[in-house]
């Protein structure tokens, strides 16, 4: 049973255009979300996170949106960047857990010039 | 300051061989994670650590044993490898107020 689901597996967008990647969740114990990136032939990076207490946290062109409600949480990028062409990995914690990540699937964004 | 070093990156092994995999960090991190990425099923946790001399087992853990003799070392075993075993591992460790710093991964293969 996928806790974590991350439903597009590709989306392609224009450079300077936004990316919205979305990720959505079953577990309504899950407290605290994460976005990774992840290169070919690397492990995943940490990008950017977010408390359920919070609905938005931004970073530089990194925002992420969480609606409880709808157990559903969004990666914005703008502007997209040819360099930001990877796999992305929605990530989510149970509070208390020893921070046992439990992913999703993964979406590979491509970036076009 | 390497982070998290995974050894070694490529390993190909016949069934039932067994081996090591190595992960070690300089962060001075308690928790340390073993990953596996198969296609179309994203990162699922082996086996975790909190601590040194203490092991506990993740989502997927038969097949895997763990030890954390030392802080900075954690190291995943196969015994007797099977073709399901074949993925890439991915060696995570964390600090206080930190995210997950990942290793690059040891990309294994049973035939």
């Not at chain 1, 114990?29 to 990136?37: G, N, R």
């Amino acid at each position: 049973d996928q806790q974590v689901k991350q439903n597009s597996p590709s989306l392609s967008v224009q450079e300077g255009r936004i990316s919205i990647l979305n990720c959505d969740y079953t577990n309504s114990m899950f407290d605290y979300f994460l976005w990774y990136k992840k290169y070919p032939a690397e492990g995943p990076t940490f990008l950017i996170s977010i408390s359920s207490i919070k609905d938005k946290n931004e970073d530089g062109r990194f925002t992420v949106f969480l609606n409880k409600s709808a157990k559903h949480l969004s990666l914005h990028i703008v502007p997209s960047q040819p360099g930001d062409s990877a796999v992305y990995f929605c990530a989510a914690i149970i509070g208390g857990s020893n921070y046992k990540l439990t992913f999703g699937k993964g979406t590979l964004l491509t970036v076009n010039p | 300051n390497a982070g998290v070093t995974q050894t070694p990156k490529f390993r190909v092994l016949k069934t039932g061989q067994s081996m090591t995999l190595l992960c070690a960090q300089d962060m001075n991190h308690e928790y340390m994670y073993w990953y596996r990425q198969d296609p179309g099923m994203g990162l699922r946790l082996i086996h975790y650590s909190v601590g040194e001399g203490t092991t506990a087992k993740g989502e997927v853990p038969d097949g895997y044993n763990v030890s954390r003799l030392k802080k900075q070392n954690f190291l995943l075993g196969l015994e007797s490898a099977a073709p399901s075993q074949t993925s890439v591992y991915f060696c995570a460790s964390k600090g206080v107020g930190s995210p997950l710093h990942f290793g690059n991964g040891t990309r294994l293969t049973v035939t």
